[in-house]
């Protein structure tokens, strides 16, 4: 999740760069093909598959039919069918509310309201996160160009580089928690695992030992990490569109730091831009937190089915109202995974049928509430720091 020093987290070069959006079109209907081919981060050449692509520990064949039958299910309730409608609506108040607060920016002179229009600025922010995330699936319009065009709004928007996302995002997709091939798994100054602890040296061991307390503080810098990891990614990948992406970049830190310093002094500009940075990258990290930290970890030796592998790994947030806005349908993270091209204000009709068919066929499913979640996440974490603890004991 964090994107401080991601040179160093997810290497560009270190999977197959060709263009891949996860979505369940992209899955064989058993989920058993291959997607592309890298290597794990320990230099092990292996399949890069989708999730589950390998053979299912138990030797029942059902498993392997049990994403079609899924499938099956959601299609015949239409939930895979595009709700242009509902982004119609989403993205025009996600601009009513740009315009608010920029305009807010403009015209009040109250130091002290600039602060809370900051924070209302970070909230902004996430919702057109929640757009580009939504394009990247293509879960908008049919088809890839029309969704690709309007990935390079939020883009402009959030500064930050729409095929760094989508590759970064679908790695994670195609092998969520996997502990060799998930990128948001390799965090130099966290252990998602009592042997990413072990393997910790000097100051980072010293550190990882009480990554419970830091975790949340960290996630102010995930609004200027992602920043960086896009500039970082441009340079070092190979990116079809570099310059239109590059130049969307810099016309975001023009346009924002221009009306930023224009609006306020410059004090006041600086303080402005921390309160908005920080509490941006808080929520980004308060949103994708619970979909998986706690949540059992897997690694190159795992063999789970498609439907498992995302199941077992992912982690609902119960819903309510207040909550399918916050996290932006991410809330249904199982469904999500499972489904990924299906527009968000549809999983929570498919969240009953997953969760049914779970129980039917004794596949373990979770559901938190979002105060919970972040508690099961903090234990997670102090448990699997232990070895760093105890190595100085």
Same mark, same amino acid.
């Given at each position: ?39 794990? =981060? ?7 598959? %989708? ?13 392997? =039919? ?10 015949? &309730? ?54 580009? !995330?939504?394009?990247? #699936? ?22 930050? $580089? ?21 990128? #948001? ?66 016309? #975001? ?38 979909? !998986? ?6 690694? %190159?030796? %795992? ?32 469904? !999500? ?22 129980? &039917? ?5 979770? &559901? %938190?509430?979002?105060? &919970? ?11 699997? $720091? ?8």
């Amino acid at each position: 999740m964090l994107g401080v020093g991601r040179e160093t987290l997810c290497r560009p070069d270190s999977w197959d760069r060709r263009p891949l959006t996860v979505t369940e079109k992209t899955l064989p209907n058993n989920a058993s093909g291959a997607v592309a081919a890298g290597k794990d =981060r320990k230099g092990r050449t292996r399949d890069r598959q %989708s999730a589950g692509s390998q053979e299912p520990a138990s030797p029942q064949a059902e498993q392997q =039919r049990d994403y079609a039958d899924l499938k099956r299910l959601i299609t015949q &309730e239409g939930l895979l069918d595009k709700q242009l409608g509902f982004y119609v609506i989403n993205v025009v108040l996600s601009l009513a509310l740009l315009a608010a607060s920029l305009v807010f920016l403009l015209v009040v002179g109250n130091f002290w309201l600039q602060l809370l229009n900051a924070a209302f600025l970070a909230c902004v922010f996430g919702q057109w996160g929640f757009l580009g !995330h939504d394009a990247g #699936h293509r879960q908008i319009f049919n088809g890839a160009p029309r969704n690709d065009l309007f990935g390079l709004l939020p883009s402009l928007v959030l500064g930050l $580089s729409r095929s760094w996302w989508i590759d970064t995002h679908n790695q994670h997709h195609v092998n969520p928690n996997d502990l060799d091939l998930d990128p #948001h798994t390799a965090l130099p100054i966290l252990a998602f695992s009592e042997e990413q602890a072990r393997s910790k040296r000097g100051l980072l061991r010293f550190l990882v030992g009480y990554q419970s307390f830091y975790f949340f503080p960290i996630l102010l810098l995930e609004g200027i990490g992602i920043r960086m990891a896009s500039v970082q990614y441009l340079l070092r990948a190979e990116v079809r569109q570099r310059l239109l992406e590059a130049s969307l970049i810099v016309l #975001h830190v023009a346009l924002y730091l221009g009306v930023v310093f224009y609006a306020l002094s410059v004090g006041q500009a600086v303080v402005f831009i921390l309160v908005h940075q920080g509490l941006y990258g808080l929520y980004f990290g308060s949103v994708f937190a619970p979909n !998986h930290k706690g949540m059992p970890t897997l690694d %190159s030796k %795992s063999q789970l089915d498609f439907v498992r592998r995302q199941v077992l790994t992912s982690r609902d947030i119960k819903a309510h109202p207040l909550t399918d806005f916050w996290y932006g349908g991410l809330n249904y993270q199982i469904e !999500h995974h499972l489904f990924p091209s299906m527009p968000r204000n549809n999983l929570k009709r498919a969240q009953v049928i997953v969760r049914a068919f779970c129980e &039917e066929r004794s596949i373990p499913y979770r &559901e %938190s509430g979002a105060l &919970e979640s972040n508690i099961e996440i903090l234990q997670f974490l102090y448990q699997v $720091s232990a070895p760093a603890r105890e190595a100085r004991a």
